[in-house]
């Protein structure tokens, strides 16, 4: 019974440790220069928090480093990689990447990925780390073709945790900052560098400049998360139902003389779209996902699915085409159409 | 007929019956605030549990392990973020802390303080909360009921917490819940998520369950089952479950209260009808006179019947405001005891002043019909009889 009281509490201190990949900070080595030294180049992340899945890469005499394999590909995508480097989890020390044995999908927590990558020089380290936490063996070339297949789905993941980050960063921002004139910022990491130095935020955790840093490079880019709103009064002009109480299915169109068009599902929108005589400007449609705006021409539709709009059989629209085949599979759609291959036929054939 | 005259004769009729008036007015007075008080109060609740699901999480995953919910691991929500149509998942750190001196738990609850609240209560809270004074310290908000058991152990302005490993960690009290915000519940202490891990032994990659958001619930179902096929040890709250769980009770509840009603409006509407066949000779008589008088039978049946409308609508109007008063005011005694006092789902209580005109007028229609109906059979069978008769 002690025994057993004894291995809980040993095991509740071992979880109430930090993060796995976290190092004492005097024994992280800092490759790049500049004011932003401590954070990756890429995604402004803390490179003492995440030092184990660290890596670093010079390119024309610079060197910049990085939170994980996944930020050194996506930020260097058709690059050669050859002076890239890599910690050892063993050493924790800075090694040749091309000379490294990298163990891929241990049960150890992954940087930026839920496919954990760490990296070690000797060959029985990387076996006993396997033996340990499970996972493969590759080498350098191979990582990275991984880590660029995991690219789409990593980014994916990491705009959703964005996305809710830039929304605290924004009430931070405003709630413990009082430098109100902050300049606009494209790196996450010079964001965070100044936001640490002139923000007069009291002292803010890494978590939280985090969160401001993303919210100030957010703030920059053109962001497309807002629903479709209609007016109450607002009738489809193909079937005349009012339009707001399916904002599920909202579609709009402006004409060029900012006429406003509401729609209550796709199908009737290329109806009128189709017949329309008006000089047509923008079009609109909702994501079936996240019930958001997206322009009609970029995004991506599934007809003959199991999901019903109002009017019955639909065309569904989304965001990414990926999204759409996601769709398509879990649906039991027929098909996945860009805006182009929708035709008058298949509009006519969902009536 | 000169208006002058029906409403002096209107009056003197009142006067004059004032005894049997007063009765049939406190009968009244009674049974309207009886009826309007448990309409206010099911409808006030509806609407509270409707806003209550409205802020819930689509859908709550726990981990299990034999059969009990443990921690989370937070490379779970990463992991669900990657399932088409969750649009947030949301790690949250809560639990009971073990009170010594009283042998009582208090509940914590960790909070991000920059994360979007979604419910109304704790939005309140925040937006009057100077964030920065209270992220500078140790700080904590507390209940009611949590402050008088730390004021019983001298712990005026702090209370000193231990970890799980015997760790001290001494939290201020930052400011106790307004007493209105019943929603807050008493035992309940909210504080930085971070400082909730540290007392509540969470680590930072673990979390005591995950909420999330899902934008198009045509879709839920569909990630119900890409959750449940993620893992052996997951447990799946849907929101569906929680609002039917309500519902069923509600139901019931409203059921019950069906039956009472039509029990409470037939009881009332034989005791009216009691009262008025009643026709006393004077009343005969009096109706005998304003016959030979010349008045018609119409004549004769629109003043008893105004008579006793402007004691049924006093009557309403009084025990409506009562009624008002009783649900609004006083947060419902007893009566709110009966809707949800043994039901074990944590149904939190703030009680809005809404009141749904449609429904007042519905209660309105049904009890001014029963009570004219009661009034105008026995006073139409009075004016029928010949006037000389009557006067006899
Ligand atoms: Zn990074
Ligand atoms: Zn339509």
Redesign the interface.
């Known amino acids: 019974m002690l025994k057993l009281l004894l291995s809980l509490a040993l095991l509740s201190t071992l979880s109430f440790a930090q993060m796995f990949q976290t190092v004492p900070a005097q024994k992280a080595q800092l490759l790049q220069k500049g004011d932003a030294k401590m954070y990756c180049h890429a995604c402004g992340m803390n490179l003492v928090k995440f030092y184990k899945t660290s890596h670093a890469y010079t390119k024309n005499g610079v060197t910049h480093q990085y939170c994980s394999l996944h930020c050194l590909v996506n930020e260097n995508l058709h690059s050669d990689l050859i002076d890239a480097k890599v910690v050892d989890v063993s050493s924790l020390k800075f090694i040749n990447a091309h000379d490294a044995y990298y163990v891929i999908g241990s049960s150890k927590p992954g940087t930026m990925t839920m496919n954990s990558k760490y990296a070690f020089a000797s060959q029985k380290d990387a076996k006993a780390f396997v033996k340990a936490n499970g996972g493969k063996i590759y080498n350098f070339h191979e990582a990275v073709k991984i880590a660029t297949n995991d690219c789409a789905k990593n980014n994916k993941m990491i705009d959703k945790k964005r996305t809710m980050a830039s929304k605290k960063g924004a009430m931070m921002l405003h709630k413990l900052c009082e430098n109100k004139n902050i300049p606009e910022f494209h790196s996450f990491a010079k964001a965070k560098t100044y936001i640490l130095a002139h923000g007069n935020c009291g002292t803010l955790k890494d978590k939280q400049a985090q969160a401001i840093a993303i919210y100030l490079v957010k703030k920059a880019l053109p962001s497309q998360v807002n629903p479709i709103v209609a007016p109450k009064d607002a009738k489809c002009p193909v079937c005349g139902m009012f339009v707001s109480k399916y904002p599920k299915w909202i579609a709009k169109i402006t004409t060029k003389e900012h006429k406003e068009h509401y729609f209550d599902g796709n199908g009737d929108l290329m109806q009128f779209y189709f017949k329309s005589k008006e000089n047509l400007d923008k079009i609109f449609v909702t994501d079936y996902y996240n019930i958001t705006a997206i322009p009609a021409k970029e995004a991506w539709y599934v007809i003959g699915s199991n999901i019903y709009g109002p009017m019955g059989d639909e065309i569904i629209s989304f965001a990414s085409k990926a999204d759409a085949q996601r769709f398509n599979a879990d649906h039991f759609g027929k098909k996945v159409l860009s805006f182009d291959e929708i035709t008058e036929d298949i509009v006519e054939t969902l009536r | 007929m000169q208006n002058k005259l029906f409403y002096n004769f209107l009056f003197l009729l009142l006067l004059k019956h004032r005894i049997k008036h007063i009765s049939i007015f406190i009968i009244s007075t009674l049974i309207v605030f009886i009826l309007s008080s448990v309409v206010l109060l099911s409808n006030a609740l509806q609407e509270e549990i409707n806003t209550t699901l409205d802020s819930q999480a689509d859908f709550v995953i726990q981990k299990m392990r034999a059969g009990k919910s443990v921690n989370t691991p937070l ?1 779970w929500s ?2 669900f ?2 399932i ?2 969750i ?3 949301q790690p949250r750190v809560y639990g009971q802390y073990f009170f010594k001196p009283n042998a009582e738990h208090f509940t914590i609850v960790g909070i ?1 303080f ?3 609240q979604k419910s109304k209560n704790l939005q309140k809270l925040i937006t009057n909360l100077d ?2 004074k209270f ?2 310290k140790p700080n904590m908000l507390i209940g009611h009921g949590v402050k008088a058991l730390l004021d019983k152990y001298y712990f005026f302005d702090y209370y000193v917490f231990k970890t ?2 015997q760790k001290k960690r001494k939290v201020n009290i930052y400011q106790i819940f307004p007493k209105e915000s019943s929603l807050l519940s008493n035992d309940m202490i909210i504080m930085d998520i ?1 400082l909730a891990r540290e007392i509540l ?1 969470i ?4 979390s005591t369950d995950i909420a999330l958001y899902n ?2 619930e ?2 839920a179902e ?1 990630i119900y089952v890409k959750l449940v096929l993620k893992h052996a040890d997951i447990r799946v709250i849907q929101k569906s479950d929680i609002a039917k769980a309500y519902k069923r009770l509600f139901n019931y509840k409203g059921g019950l209260f069906l039956i009472l009603y039509m029990i409470v409006l037939l009881t009332f509407m034989m005791i009216l009808y009691q009262r008025y066949s009643m026709v006393q000779s004077s009343d005969k008589k009096e109706i005998g006179i304003l016959r030979a008088l010349g008045w018609s039978i119409k004549d004769v049946i629109i003043l008893k019947v105004t008579e006793s409308f402007m004691v049924a609508f006093g009557a309403f109007l009084l025990g409506f405001i009562l009624a008002f008063f009783f649900v609004f005011v006083l947060d419902a005694p007893l009566l709110s005891n009966i809707f949800y006092g043994y039901a074990n789902l944590p149904m939190d209580i703030s009680l809005h002043r809404s009141i749904d005109f449609s429904l007042v007028s519905l209660l309105f229609l049904f009890y001014i019909l029963p009570f004219m109906t009661a009034v105008l059979i026995p006073s139409w069978k009075a004016s029928v009889i010949d006037p000389l008769e009557a006067m006899r």
């Open positions: 490379s990463d992991e973020r990657e088409e149509g649009s947030q998942a991000d920059f994360d979007e964030m920065k992220l500078e799980p490993h971070d032994g680590s930072e990659e673990q934008p198009n045509l879709e569909n």
